[in-house]
């Protein structure tokens, strides 16, 4: 498991408790709790610590884009799981531009196949896509979406035709 896939793992379930209990505890504190019991020697731990605080300070507007594109489940009868995945990479594809967005939902379907239910990873393949086509259709395009600049081709030296048989003897 690659260190960033860690760091989602463990947001993820800093958040899911942090749900679980109203929104009553410091996912902050959860998180470093979760940290120190699993993976002590994370080198990540800053990527981990944004996405929770970046869920936690943004989540009235990420649960309204997740509602406005779930339109028949109500945020409260979505799976605790689903929803906190939802809410990941809603985060990043909204508010990290470091992360290609391709990135962000990938990482968020391997997270509901891994931790929610039968159906988890389309669903949320289905949510976050909505979000993203819905991103691209305001014009609004992070600058690791972009296509990386092609290096343009070392141009070789024209090779210098052999003159055929006939050209010779003229």
């Not at 379930?13 to 942090?18: C, H, M, T, V």
């Not at 699993?38 to 936690?56: H, M, N, R, S, Y």
């Not at 296509?147 to 343009?152: A, H, V």
């Not at 070392?154 to 048989?165: D, G, L, Q, R």
Request: aromatic share 8%; charged share 25%; with cysteine.
């Amino acid at each position: 498991m690659s260190n960033r896939h860690l760091c989602r793992a463990l947001a993820l379930q800093s958040l899911y408790e942090w749900d679980f209990h109203g929104g009553n505890r410091d996912a902050n504190e959860l998180l470093q709790r979760n940290i120190a019991e699993f993976a002590p020697d994370l080198e990540e731990k800053e990527f981990a610590q944004q996405i929770v605080t970046g869920v936690v300070e943004n989540q009235a507007h990420i649960d309204g884009l997740i509602t406005k594109f779930a339109p028949d489940w109500p945020l409260a009868k979505i799976t605790t799981v689903d929803r906190n995945v939802l809410r990941i990479g809603t985060f990043e594809l909204t508010y990290t531009h470091e992360i290609p967005s391709k990135v962000a939902i990938n990482e968020a379907i391997e997270l509901a196949k891994t931790f929610g239910g039968e159906s988890s990873g389309k669903f949320v393949n289905g949510v976050l896509g909505a979000v993203y086509r819905d991103q691209i259709a305001q014009g609004v395009t992070k600058e690791s979406d972009k296509p990386k600049e092609e290096k343009p081709e070392a141009k070789a030296e024209p090779i210098a035709e052999t003159p055929t048989p006939t050209e010779v003897s003229q």
